[in-house]
Structure formats: C-alpha cells, structure tokens
C-alpha cells in the first residue's frame, strides 16, 4: 500500500523543469480538459485518484477558485475496493454505499469509477 498526496500551489512556468527519469519521465503543461482527452484517446495513463483530480480541477474555470474550493471541501480517499459486474469493473471507495460489501448494486451514497471500454466515469454522491 502507498499514500499520495496533491498538492495545489501558483507557480512561475517560465521556469525549467527538471525530469529526473525516475519518478518523473516527462513532462508538460497541458489543462484538465486536456488532460482527460488524452487519457481517453489512450496518449497517457492516469491513475484513478489522480483522474478524478484533474476531473474536478476542470470543474473550476480558474486555478485560484480551485484552490479556494480545497478549503471548503472535504479530503477524499481512496483506498479501492475492486468489483465486476455485468456493468463492469467498479472501484468502490470509503463513503461508497457498497464499499464493505463490494456490492456496486447496493442502494446509497456514491464513491466510485466505473471503468468501461469506452471511458472512466466517476460518480459520487451524499
């Protein structure tokens, strides 16, 4: 098991970045918008915390509301509870209404990505 963590912050992009190949193997500016089009057309890969990030940064029109956001909001977690149905493969998380169960069927509160063919789609809720 591991922890990340996001971080927000302004930051100076005339600066250089510096890949080191470890951690980090390249990089690029790009928007959350931008972010998730290239995750669907297969161009990079996001981890699921990391795709429900960037799907509610581009829910913000700009970083600063973000960042106000964060104060305001709760911190999520996600430690995944992985479930197959005929609907497809579903990662429950804590406040999800299946997430002791495993059951995706089970009737409450939302916390989770359904991960199809076609897309990811995060869904939460109460």
């Keep these: 098991m591991f922890d990340t963590w996001f971080f927000t912050g302004v ?25 998730l089009l290239a995750q669907r057309s297969g161009e990079i890969q996001l981890a699921p915390p990391t795709f429900v990030t960037v799907q509610w940064l581009g829910a913000h029109s700009r970083a600063a509301d973000a960042r106000e956001a964060l104060g ?6 996600f430690r995944p509870r992985i479930s197959r149905s005929a609907a497809g493969t579903f990662m429950l998380y804590p406040g999800d209404a299946g997430y002791e169960t495993g059951d995706p069927e089970q009737p409450g509160p939302r916390h989770r990505i359904l991960a199809l063919a076609e897309g990811w789609q995060y869904e939460r809720s109460g």
């Design 72 to 77: 305001r909001e709760p911190i999520l977690t």
């Design 11 to 35: 930051v100076d992009t005339s600066h250089e970045v510096v890949v080191c190949g470890s951690e980090m193997v390249a990089h690029r500016w790009i928007t959350p918008a931008g972010a």
